[in-house]
């Protein structure tokens, strides 16, 4: 198993030079394959060093960021304000590397990671099989003037998995997979009305941002998750005009049955296509997602995120006729059928195909929350509950003040909790580590009702 090592290295306390820039340039993926176990590594050059104080924080990542990527990073939810709550947290931002559910930040200190890459990956950081898989794309050409045999490989493979699946288009993003899903509804019903329950990325067609022209936003209705009259009356209202419903299927919670059957209904009799999105539901609450265990099929359906672990992918799935319109548009991206991601996605449909996965992602995510549930009833604190579905759930502080405390708190004692979103499960989060969540998760609680106290 080549990449063993790489899997294992993030439980030791690895200590990189804060500062040292160089020693991150380096990565396996330069490197002869054959050679990689006995070559040096990024790790072995943080090797030896002295661990970071407890409260070491990253401030000069976090400011030399905000002088080059005008909001301090690329992904929102990795804005310090958007991990903490409060800009001024102490806390990591810019993390050196990454395996099982550890993360090693910059001044070298290993955290737990809940977070999980925004549920991007289900079986692990540095999933050996998967990187196995990777690094064969890469030593075999990433890319060329024709399309990789993966892709039909992997659109095959998905149609296995997703009942809606009878042609596929892969993408990069999910933004870009639930803009490509949209555009194909409206060709193929040659409407632009579309309503919509739930966050589909920044694209314009459902954002409400600055600089999304009015005309845009018109034809975009949003509406509660769950709300059967909010959906019927945007429905009809639209009309002949309605082009699509698009649900993110599970927000929070479950979605009821009546809601879902509901947007099913109208959408066929309005003559309107029916839209998933399968984001975070794919490959974790079932491989085929939110779908393979409903009464319902959607006509199309996106997904992404836990389908490659961690390398960029997006697959715009559905039903034969609908999806053929996608030939009377123009949906292409230069890279879209790139075979890293392809490759990573493989080898997540080969653990699928061999061992139940998302049913393992349930019973470490149940532990988890089960874990932190003991440690709040343990220190008795009130104005925090758990809530959501086993492989994604949350917790929700009533003030968000003692959330951004929390979070220090957990930090200081290993644990990298989400701020008022998903924590996810993976494969990767054992007894041991569900151990040292709970203890993490206590040390916080405590921590923070004795400061509380203090200041009273
Ligand atoms: C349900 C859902 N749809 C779409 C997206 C957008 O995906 P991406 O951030 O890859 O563009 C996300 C991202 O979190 C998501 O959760």
């Known amino acids: 198993m080549p990449f063993r090592r790489f899997f294992d290295r993030g439980t030791k306390r690895d200590a990189p030079a804060v500062e040292d820039e160089s020693s991150t340039d380096e990565s396996p993926a330069d490197e002869d394959l054959s050679d990689v176990e006995e070559e040096s590594t990024v790790e072995d050059e943080y090797d030896g060093e002295e661990e970071a104080p407890e409260d070491a924080v990253e401030i000069n990542w976090r400011e030399r960021a905000l002088a080059v990527l005008p ?29 099982g559910c550890h993360v090693v930040d910059s001044t070298g200190r290993s955290f737990i990671d809940c977070t999980m890459a925004l549920g991007a990956v289900a079986l692990g950081y540095g999933e050996p099989r998967v990187q196995q898989a990777a690094m064969e794309a890469i030593g075999s050409g990433n890319v060329a003037g024709l399309s990789d045999v993966r892709e039909v490989e992997i659109a095959e493979r998905l149609r296995e998995h997703i ?44 954002s409400d941002s600055a600089g999304v022209p009015a005309a845009v936003r018109d034809l975009y209705h949003p509406i509660p998750f769950g709300d059967v009259t909010a959906l019927e009356t945007a429905a009809r209202r639209a009309g002949d005009r309605l082009a699509a419903i698009v649900l993110e299927p599970v927000v929070e919670q479950m979605p009821s049955e009546n809601w879902i059957q509901t947007a099913r209904g109208l959408a066929s009799s309005l003559g309107a296509v029916l839209i998933f999105d399968e984001m975070k539901t794919g490959f974790r609450l079932r491989a085929g997602g939110y779908q393979a265990l409903a009464n319902v099929t959607p006509d199309l359906a996106v997904f992404g995120k836990a389908l490659a672990n961690g390398f960029p992918l997006a697959a715009v799935v559905g039903h034969r ?50 874990a932190v549930g003991a440690a709040m009833e343990a220190s008795g604190i009130t104005g925090v509950r758990i809530e959501g579905i086993d492989p994604m759930w949350f917790l929700r502080f009533d003030d968000p003040r003692r959330e951004t405390r929390f979070l220090e708190l957990a930090l200081r004692h290993g644990v990298l909790f989400k701020r008022g979103a998903y ?34």
């Open 423 to 456: 924590n996810y499960a993976s494969l990767a989060h054992d007894e041991e580590t569900i151990t040292e969540i709970e203890r993490a998760a206590s040390a916080a609680f405590v921590e923070l009702l004795e400061e509380e106290q203090e200041t009273t």
């Open 163 to 206: 009942p809606c699946a009878e042609m596929v288009q892969f993408l990069k993003s999910g933004a870009e997979g639930m803009s490509a899903a949209v555009r194909i509804a409206r060709t193929f019903t040659s409407r632009d009305v579309v309503v919509g329950s739930g966050y589909f990325g920044w694209h314009d067609w459902a």
């Open 321 to 370: 006729d609908v999806m053929e319109a996608a030939r009377r548009t123009w949906i292409s991206s230069t890279l879209a059928g790139e075979s890293v991601a392809l490759a990573a996605a493989g080898a997540v449909l080969d653990y699928h195909d061999s061992d139940d996965i998302c049913g393992m992602l349930a019973t470490a995510g149940q532990s988890m929350r089960q």
């Open 71 to 99: 909001t301090g990073a690329s992904t929102g939810s990795k804005r310090v304000e958007a991990l903490y709550g409060d800009e001024a947290a102490v806390g990591p931002t810019h993390y050196v590397s990454a395996s």
